[in-house]
């Protein structure tokens, strides 16, 4: 027999490494894996197999998953285009509308804080000749409606403006801008990503024309996602961007994913009656989270609106602590920073500095990611583990001994290297 | 991003970690570096006025693990060095110590500026033994 070594006593309800990145990306949930299974092995069929029952069977799955995603947002099944992933579903969503109405108008509005499936996507196209206008954000994370307002002229054919924001949380007024949107005859384009599945998404009421969803964010499998394309009021038309068999209405050809879109299917389903309970019990945890952190710890600080916020979020600065040092030190924790040191690019957080923060507080940033399956004993041991680490970091900061003794960092001369 | 042991080691236990009296002629203080750049070390030593020995050395530092490890193990390099041996420490020197991957070298970059800052502070405020004074320092404009 081996030895059983002792190991620390954890609180119930409490296993190590605790997932609280559900930003990043979600577990899959099992029902949805239990959906999904029959599809990988006897119902193998192509979706497109117009002649026999293997095909039948998989269209069938299929139909029934673009019912599913389609009552969780409000749209009808047709409306709803298979993808690979958000990052697709953006790019096709942008590209294939600025690429069929181009003779309407060449000018496309957007906003800084978008994810870099958008940001990189409207580079591409201002090198093709449109033009796009970058609107700013102010210290809550929100875009001005004067700002769009002001942003639209007569050759403007797409806003794409996110609903929630993979860092901080933040909601847009989607409902406003689809609004004006529709007063003015332009297209809205939402990457609602973060939001779908977790608040309420109705492209009627919220007049959106073209809508991106992924599965993995909410519990489904990765490498399957969505686009709402409106049919009615205005039809929207969208240029393909790959050639070939003319699936999905001709707008994105290639055979469908049919486990994945099954999966995906399921997800929405569980969402769409789960969503209010599920989102209280985020927000409750995450204001826990939030309250044990703000009593116990000095010099920190909340990034993006409270207001406009989605449930599972925390996007919080723990001034004077580097963001990776304090990552390592609750290194079976897993959540990300906004630290240039965690970034590939060396940058920090380009969302966080489009807040007008510093780049050093956009250094000490640190995203929980709360979801499904967290519970209240993990935020517990979060709260306690981060406060323990920022105490011990904030020991070793020649910036927290220097701002306790009173020292205005601003006006200190740093030597920077 | 995986760290090595010793990164880790030293994160987990750092070594001197502190303040001395900045006003002291026989502290040399050295702060490098700059918050909005996510990294900033203070590295101080005590030397002997006689022998020109570090015999003590205290740091604090703002930044990721490998920062605050490269800051760490300077500060044990140090003590029991005279100012001129000390200064021979090499950035490269930490790096290969500490297996610190090319992201982190400027990690190494900083910690062996500190040293250099600390001893041209120290060289400052002893002027009068003759020493020429090369290195610039960093003192917080408080």
Redesign the interface.
Known sequence: MSTVLSEPKLPAGVKLPIYMDNHATTPLDPRVLEAMLPFFTNKFGNAASRNHSFGWEAEKAVDLAREQIAKLIGATAKEIIFTSGATESNNLAIKGIGEMYRERGNHIITQVTEHKAVLDTCKRMEKMGYRVTYLPVNADGLIEMDDLKRAIDDKTILVSIMFANNEIGVIQPVAEIGKLCHEKGILFHTDAVQAVGKIPVDVNAMNIDVLSLSGHKIYGPKGVGALYVRRRNPRVQIAAQMDGGGHERGMRSGTLNVPGIVGLGAACEISRFEMDEEAAKLSAMRDRLKEKLESNLDFIHLNGSMEHHLPGNLNMSFI???G??LL??INDIAVSSG???TSAT?E?SYVLKALGL???VA?SSIRFGLGRFNTQAEVDYVADKVIDVVQKLR????????AKEG?D?T??????? | MAYSDKVIEHYNNPRNVGQMDKNSTEVGTGLVGAPECGDVMRLQIKVNPETRVIEDAKFKTFGCGSAIASSSLATEWVKGKTVDEALEIKNTDIVKELALPPVKIHCSVLAEDAIRAAIGDWKKKNVADGQAVSTPVAVAAT
């Open positions: 004077h602590v580097e990776e040092s390592m030190g630290s240039a040191c060396l920090p510093g780049d050093d250094h020991e070793l900061s020649p910036l927290y001994e220097m020292i960092l006006k200190v001369q740093w030597q920077a290297h």
